[in-house]
């Protein structure tokens, strides 16, 4: 999954409401022979896309199992946000708050502390809420 850009979270997220998230039950699905009572010990109960020329899940035969199929996904207004029901931003450095409202921050797991703070701190001035704010800070 591509990286969203900051001017395209920025678009994305300024001015954007908190909405009633309706989301989906996640099915899971697996890689055939990763269950059962012969299954095969190597092969993770994971997902991995059926290649093989005959097999029988890739041709979508019913006592193989479900595949993943796009009407699995959820709405577009629900997908890529927070269970609280706002979008969620990443950000690096304090500059990159501005102009954004309605969002939830996340800050980028390679900030130091140093500039962690800063960006909590501007962060409380424009009323946005960082999710992650004492990560990696000792109290």
Same mark, same amino acid.
């Given at each position: 999954?591509?990286?969203?850009?900051?001017? *395209?979270?920025?678009?994305?997220?300024?001015?954007?409401?908190?909405?009633?998230?309706?989301?989906?039950?996640?099915?899971?699905f697996y890689?055939?022979?990763?269950?059962?009572?012969?299954?095969?010990?190597?092969?993770?109960?994971?997902?991995?896309?059926?290649?093989?020329? #005959?097999?029988?899940?890739?041709?979508?035969?019913?006592?193989? =199992?479900?595949?993943?199929r796009v009407?699995?996904?959820?709405?577009?207004?629900?997908? =890529?946000?927070?269970?609280?029901?706002?979008?969620?931003?990443?950000?690096?450095?304090?500059?990159?708050? *501005?102009?954004?409202? #309605?969002?939830?921050?996340?800050? =980028?797991?390679?900030? =130091?502390?140093?500039?962690?703070? *800063?960006?909590?701190?501007?962060?409380?001035?424009?009323?946005?809420?960082?999710?992650?704010?004492?990560?990696g800070v000792?109290?």
């Open positions: 999954m591509r990286r969203m850009t900051m001017v *395209e979270a920025k678009k994305r997220a300024t001015g954007m409401k908190k909405i009633r998230l309706v989301k989906k039950a996640k099915k899971t890689v055939p022979n990763s269950l059962g009572k012969h299954r095969m010990k190597s092969v993770k109960p994971r997902w991995r896309r059926p290649r093989g020329v #005959d097999n029988k899940k890739r041709i979508r035969k019913a006592f193989f =199992g479900q595949c993943p009407g699995n996904k959820n709405s577009f207004e629900s997908r =890529g946000r927070h269970p609280l029901g706002f979008p969620e931003v990443r950000v690096f450095t304090p500059s990159e708050l *501005e102009g954004l409202k #309605d969002v939830l921050i996340r800050i =980028g797991g390679s900030v =130091g502390k140093r500039k962690r703070a *800063e960006i909590s701190a501007r962060a409380k001035a424009l009323n946005l809420r960082v999710l992650n704010e004492n990560k000792a109290q």
